[in-house]
């Protein structure tokens, strides 16, 4: 059974950093393409960021950019998201997915 | 660029309609498209995956179809619990607008 289990997020301050870490099982995890989408209560979700599965290729949203970089480690069946410059607009609740299955997700909050 | 435009953004109907939602993908994506049903406070229900496939526990009112690079969520018969809002996604990128089903 799949299962993406999310961690890492917490509070941290505007400008600050945060790595986010997916945990994989359940499935071959270097054959397949992740990503990361984030979802604030009461909007839509929005899709953030995706890794091909040999990580030569990624992709980001545009308001992320320069400053979100996602990765992977397929030894320890691991996703990544690590986030600088953060901003009040990035507070969300961040999940890992693989095709059509998430994980529980986890809270970011920029505040100061 | 794998965006997907999503049309209506809202839908009014009344039990026992049968309601139709589309998406349009900028490009083919085969049938790499997910259907999510999300009330509030609550994290996005899969309904629908590989454009047709209904989700297991789902039920059967609801169905998938593609098109080219048009998919459509079709609810045969809605019921009381179906008022929500609806999303579509293309696997690892973009979502649709999102649909908000409310009662005429």
């Known amino acids: 059974e799949v299962d993406l289990v999310e961690s890492g997020g917490g509070l941290v301050q505007p400008g600050g950093s945060l790595r986010l870490s997916c945990a994989a099982s359940g499935f071959t995890f270097s054959r397949k393409w992740m990503s990361w989408v984030r979802q604030v209560p009461g909007e839509g979700p929005e899709w953030v960021a995706y890794?091909?599965?040999?990580?030569?290729?990624?992709s980001y949203v545009d308001s992320v950019k320069g400053r979100f970089t996602i990765s992977r480690d397929n030894a320890k069946k691991s996703l990544y998201l690590q986030m600088s410059s953060l901003r009040a607009e990035d507070t969300a609740l961040y999940y890992c997915?693989?095709?059509?299955?998430w994980g529980r997700g986890t809270l970011v909050t920029v505040s100061s | 660029d794998g965006q997907m435009t999503q049309s209506p953004s809202t839908l009014s109907a009344s039990v026992g309609d049968r309601v139709t939602i589309t998406c349009r993908a900028s490009r083919n994506i085969d049938n790499y498209l997910a259907w999510y049903q999300q009330k509030p406070g609550k994290a996005p229900k899969l309904l629908i995956y590989?454009?047709?496939t209904l989700q297991s526990g789902v039920p059967s009112r609801f169905s998938g179809s593609r098109s080219g690079t048009e998919f459509t969520l079709t609810i045969s018969s809605l019921q009381p619990d179906d008022f929500a809002t609806y999303y579509c996604q293309q696997y690892n990128s973009y979502f649709g607008g999102g649909t908000k089903v409310e009662l005429k």
């Open positions: 590989g454009a047709s």
């Open positions: 890794i091909k599965p040999d990580g030569s290729e990624t």
């Open positions: 997915l693989m095709d059509q299955y």
